[in-house]
């Protein structure tokens, strides 16, 4: 019976992790794009995921009519469009007025820029969001119930539907923004942007514009995971971004940053790494955030490139 | 700015600097506060009730008018540098005016609290535009080349003069701390009192920057060093014989001295070496854990109570060796990895340390009761009679804290100006081109790691008695940013830019029960400031700062340098050859 209920714990840890992991791929997404087209660790970028989902909790809260409350068909797009427009005016507020003036400077500064920017944020939205100094909760905002799943050995892995709408719309937005990138002209000038940013220039690529509409997409996938996380942790609080920001940072790395397949894959690595981790390595789900560090460590000393990315070149 | 002072033709700056001089007076004896706000009536007799006697200045308008009245005078006076002088008590005049209106309009809620359209009561207002326009006056007058004054002069007349600066700058400190009293509910104005009398002290600063004052007294004290080491020292001991000299202050100056002492250790790595760490906090923390280990403490985990010199060298070189590790990685990553690479370190510090990792940090429950150091068979938490003078408790972890920056200075200071020092500026300008000088830049780099966290184990050791409470909370990411805010508001690799900015800082907390709120919120948004106007912050280092001033932007930023700018005919020739 005990080796049962361990598959059925390690399922259910495995499902806990690809959640999370989708979570993770949404924000890393962003990391990987900015980074590979102006080379800035925006460290804000988990900020911007906390803001959206505040501003979808402000949505769901100040303008949504009461009456469409328990209307998931309703109040969950209207979370969304509420999370991304905010996340995406904070993003290109960022990029206007803290990173474009730095540009082309020494590398360092934006980095402490983005702390700044980062630290501002998570205070901001702490001081002035009203009763945010305690977590707040988060509405469900999906049908209720779960899906489960039944595992070799007789158990049952239980996802609640907002888990599987997330790992869902996650993979569905990741291979939507692949193909942008790959197929549209505005993705053309993005990837030539990364590429070679003088040459592009050159070829009439607008790179103040390429630079803007990375942030844009960047924050509005950072504002749908914001939403989702918010609807299946039931809970949010102005940490949550500093702390995933980190686990996407870590993902887009070890997924070789740049590159947006390797960003997903990573993320649910990452994902895994904290589930698995906390439940089969010493020390419990104390030391899984550990993990993710020594992970984070290990990848950038060791294979700074990730597993998909391209063989740094030299970097100043 | 620039556009605004376009149109100001010189032959308008005299009238002007009358009118700014003459408004600033004016200003001053008006009346500030249209009424009495919730938290009690406004300081300095400003409140229009109270003000039956106009010319009766005390506090914060008797200063504005001391800067009015500063105005006119160097207005008329034909001074060399006379429009340099005038935009710094014109700033000054703006920061108070700014300081006290915003406080109003906040207590008051709203812009009736400065105005009235049927009383006096526009003092701030009318202040507010004197600076202004004096800061315009001196503007269109055309700012001069700075001035540079003769340092050549006698020893017995060298002396004398350092030691009235140095005395001075004594007192600045004392009133700066003790300026607007404890900040708390009992006394809700020690936060403008405090900020504006910064301004007041920063207008004067600057004016005497302007007058090549400043300047001179950093070059006279480069030529008379050791002498200006001494007395620098002895001031700094003294102050608790000042009115600074109570428990509060003494234990505020000590809290400054610990995390000045850490923002020194710091600049180690980012000032010098240009490597940015996140997690150097950790090393505070690693420093005040083994202390608190070694202290006989009930909850440490060894049962030995080692004397404090020797608990602290242990501290030190654990977290030296900590340093060491930390900055293992640096052989193979450099530039933003790095950064994360140390953040990730110092996260796995605060995790570990939250878990009670080995026992050794006892968790959320933090190691309480670590004993305080004892001299002698005297404890340093209690008060002090010399002859005397009683001086009150915690006046001994003051000097023991003033000794500890001094050394820390002294290590620096060293460091900076030797082979290794310079081996480390030039990895932080260009990390290929300081190898092929045939640098070892993989033992260099570890090396500034190793000293960065050896001194701030050393601070943590400090920490840890002095505070009697060692928890993990104190070493959060957070506290990282704050130190390496501090760094960045003084100015990397300055020394003096260190102590400045971790007081400011520390001190701001203490005075604006507002402020603790805000604390973080504005140390975010100063780094955001600090990077896009002023990159080589308030109290600049004299070498370039190429990690993040464009070569081409030092050399007309720099121009703007406060303290410590010293000409390039003086350069030594050591710091020659580092620049």
């Known amino acids: ?316 | 700015m620039n556009r605004l002072t376009s149109w100001v033709r010189p032959q308008y700056a005299m009238p002007m600097r009358i009118a700014g001089g003459v408004l600033t007076v004016v200003g001053a004896l008006m009346a500030w506060a249209t009424f009495i706000f919730n938290s009690g009536a406004y300081p300095g007799k400003a409140t229009l009730q109270y003000f039956d006697a106009p010319f009766a200045l005390t506090d914060f308008r008797l200063h504005i008018a001391l800067l009015g009245i500063a105005v006119l005078v160097v207005g008329f006076a034909p001074l060399a540098g006379r429009n340099r002088i005038l935009r710094g008590l014109g700033w000054g005049v703006i920061a108070m005016a700014v300081v006290h209106l915003g406080f109003m309009i906040d207590e008051g809620g709203g812009l009736g609290a400065v105005t009235a359209a049927d009383s006096v009561a526009f003092g701030g207002v009318v202040t507010l535009i004197g600076g202004l326009v004096v800061v315009l006056a001196a503007a269109g007058g055309g700012i001069e080349e700075p001035v540079h004054l003769p340092t050549r002069m006698p020893r017995y007349a060298a002396w004398p003069a350092l030691l009235v600066c140095f005395a001075a700058l004594l007192l600045l400190v004392s009133y700066t701390l003790t300026a607007g009293g404890q900040g708390g509910v009992a006394n809700p104005y020690s936060g403008p009192l405090f900020l504006s009398f910064v301004g007041f002290a920063g207008g004067i600063m600057a004016a005497l920057h302007g007058a090549g004052v400043l300047p001179w007294i950093s070059r006279l004290s480069e030529e008379h060093r050791a002498f200006s080491i001494v007395v620098l020292l002895a001031c700094a001991l003294a102050l608790p014989f000042t009115d600074a000299g109570t428990e509060y202050w003494m234990t505020v100056a000590a809290n400054i001295g610990v995390y000045a002492a850490t923002a020194i250790g710091l600049n180690v790595v980012v000032g010098l070496t240009g490597l940015l760490d996140l997690g150097y906090v950790a090393f505070l923390g690693i420093g005040a854990f083994v202390a608190a280990n070694l202290s006989g403490a009930a909850a440490a985990q060894f049962d030995v109570q080692l004397p404090f010199p020797l608990a602290a060298l242990v501290a030190a070189v654990v977290a030296g060796i900590f340093g060491a590790i930390v900055g293992s990685p640096t052989l193979r990553v450099r530039g933003d990895y790095l950064a994360i690479v140390t953040l990730a370190f110092g996260e796995i510090f605060v995790r570990s340390a939250q878990n009670d990792i080995g026992g050794l940090t006892n968790g959320s429950n933090a190691i309480p009761g670590v004993p305080p150091v004892t001299l002698f068979g005297k404890g340093f938490n209690e008060p002090l009679t010399i002859g005397s003078a009683k001086l009150p408790s915690g006046v001994l972890y003051y000097f023991m804290i003033v000794l500890l920056v001094a050394l820390v200075m002294a290590v620096f200071a060293n460091l900076k100006n030797s082979r290794i020092g310079r081996a480390w500026v030039a990895i932080r300008e260009d990390e290929d081109v300081a190898r092929a000088m045939g640098i070892r830049t993989g033992q260099a780099k570890i090396l500034a790691f190793m000293v960065g966290a050896t001194l701030a184990g050393l601070a943590g050791a400090v920490f840890a008695h002095k505070l009697s409470t060692v928890s993990y909370e104190s070493f959060k990411f957070l506290e990282s940013v704050t130190l390496l805010a501090a760094v960045i508001l003084g100015g990397m690799a300055s020394i003096p830019g260190a102590v400045l900015g971790a007081s400011l800082l520390f001190v701001l907390p203490e005075k604006l029960r507002e402020f603790s709120e805000w604390r973080l919120l504005l140390f975010g948004l100063a780094l955001i400031l600090i990077m896009r106007f002023r990159p080589q912050g308030l109290v600049p280092d004299k070498h370039r700062r190429a990690e993040l001033v464009g070569e081409d932007a030092e050399g007309k930023s720099l121009d703007e340098a406060d303290v410590g700018q010293v000409h390039l005919p003086d350069l030594g020739p050591t710091t020659k050859e580092a620049t």
């Open chain 1, 1 to 316: 019976v005990a080796v049962e209920v361990h598959v059925t714990t390690l399922f259910q840890q495995i499902a806990n992790g690809i959640v999370l992991g989708a979570v993770i791929g949404l924000i890393a997404l962003g990391y990987t794009m900015v980074y590979g087209i102006i080379q800035l660790i925006n460290f804000a970028h988990g900020e911007v995921f906390m803001v959206g989902a505040y501003g979808g909790l402000a949505t769901y809260t100040y303008v949504l009519p009461e009456q469409f409350r328990d209307d998931w068909q309703i109040a969950l797009p209207a979370a969304l469009v509420g999370a991304v427009v905010i996340s995406v005016v904070t993003a290109v507020i960022m990029e206007r007025f803290a990173y474009r003036p730095l540009r082309g400077g020494p590398r360092l500064a934006p980095l402490i820029t983005a702390l700044g920017v980062s630290v501002f944020l998570m205070e901001l939205v702490r001081l002035k969001y009203p009763d945010a100094k305690a977590p707040l909760p988060f509405p469900s905002l999906f049908v209720d119930g779960a899906l489960r799943i039944p595992v070799p050995g007789g158990g049952d892995v239980v996802l609640t539907w907002i888990k599987v709408l997330l790992v869902v719309l996650a993979v569905v937005l990741a291979v939507a923004l692949q193909m942008y990138v790959n197929r549209s002209r505005m993705g053309r000038a993005m990837r030539a942007t990364a590429q070679d940013a003088d040459t592009a220039k050159l070829m009439g690529v607008n790179p103040d514009r390429v630079i803007v509409l990375t942030f844009v997409l960047g924050a509005a996938l950072a504002g749908v995971g914001g939403v989702l996380y918010g609807a299946y942790q039931n809970t949010i609080n102005v940490d949550m971004g500093f702390q995933n920001g980190i686990f996407a940072f870590t993902a887009a790395v070890l997924g070789g940053i740049g590159s947006l397949r390797g960003a997903v894959i990573g993320a649910f690595c990452i994902g895994l790494i904290k589930t698995l981790g906390g439940q089969y390595l010493p020390g419990g789900t104390k030391y899984d955030y550990v993990w993710i560090f020594v992970v984070l460590i290990l990848v950038l000393v060791f294979r700074p490139e990730g597993l998909f990315g391209e063989p740094e070149k030299v970097r100043a």
